[in-house]
């Protein structure tokens, strides 16, 4: 079945250190997208990559990384410079960037620093 | 299975009509629904809504949940083309499982 996938849903991290947060799609679509969502507020975009081998940030970049070396795979790097990382990420994907197609997004990765 | 329905799917406005964007939703375990306009990139976040009867509102936009009958309305008063977009309403569990509905696809001719 088509779909986007993250991996793992649960992730603890001591303060410090770099962790990485998979995100996988089997749609076939051009665009990918990183979300960030805390208690009270909704989705927050981190990075999004439009095509291959390219991405922009979003509104909250900062302290994150991102690659995008095949279409299918899109991952995100919670780095220490992030000062508050505890969170709900999504990923999602579109199947153009230029066109109001909606986004689909995965299951998410609660992360939790302690 | 959660479900959210909008209606309509598509709408064709002119500028300065008012129109109303429905989301009716069926859960098994309601936390929040959210609103969105999504253009040609991500989708920005417009509302979130927890208590019913509580009208939220920002600038020409507006909206009211509605936990009794289910359901949700946007509002948008005096439409200019800007406001062409589509409008994703969400319901968020408290698994933190997001059910999407399809969108309303507004489009606002001047």
């Known amino acids: 079945d088509g779909g986007i996938t993250q991996s793992p849903k649960y992730l603890f991290r001591k303060e410090g250190q770099n962790v990485t947060l998979s995100c996988e799609q089997n749609?076939?679509?051009?665009?990918m997208y990183w979300y960030r969502q805390d208690p009270g507020q909704g989705l927050r975009l981190i990075y999004y990559?439009?095509?291959?081998?390219?991405?922009q940030k979003g509104d909250i970049a900062e302290g994150y990384s991102v690659s995008r070396e095949k279409k299918e795979s899109f991952p995100l790097t919670v780095t220490s410079a992030q000062k508050n990382p505890t969170a709900f990420y999504l990923c999602?994907?579109?199947?153009?960037?230029?066109?109001?197609?909606?986004?689909?997004f995965g299951p998410g990765t609660r992360l939790t620093v302690l | 299975e959660d479900k959210v329905v909008q209606s309509p799917l598509s709408l064709v406005v002119h500028e300065g009509d008012t129109v109303t964007l429905n989301c009716s939703y069926e859960?098994?375990?309601?936390?929040?629904l959210l609103w969105y306009k999504q253009e040609k990139k991500a989708p920005t976040f417009l509302f979130m809504l927890?208590?019913?009867?509580i009208e939220k509102k920002s600038g020409r936009l507006s909206s009211i949940l509605d936990k009794k009958e289910l359901f949700s309305i946007l509002n948008i008063t005096a439409t200019q083309t800007g406001d062409s977009a589509v409008y994703l309403c969400?319901?968020?569990?408290?698994?933190?499982?997001?059910?999407f509905g399809k969108g309303t696809k507004l489009t606002v001719n001047p």
């Open positions: 999602a994907s579109s199947i153009s960037p230029t066109s109001t197609d909606t986004q689909y």
């Open positions: 749609l076939n679509h051009d665009a």
């Open positions: 990559s439009q095509i291959v081998n390219d991405f």
């Open positions: 859960v098994t375990n309601f936390r929040s």
């Open positions: 927890t208590s019913s009867g």
């Open positions: 969400v319901h968020q569990g408290g698994s933190e499982k997001l059910v």
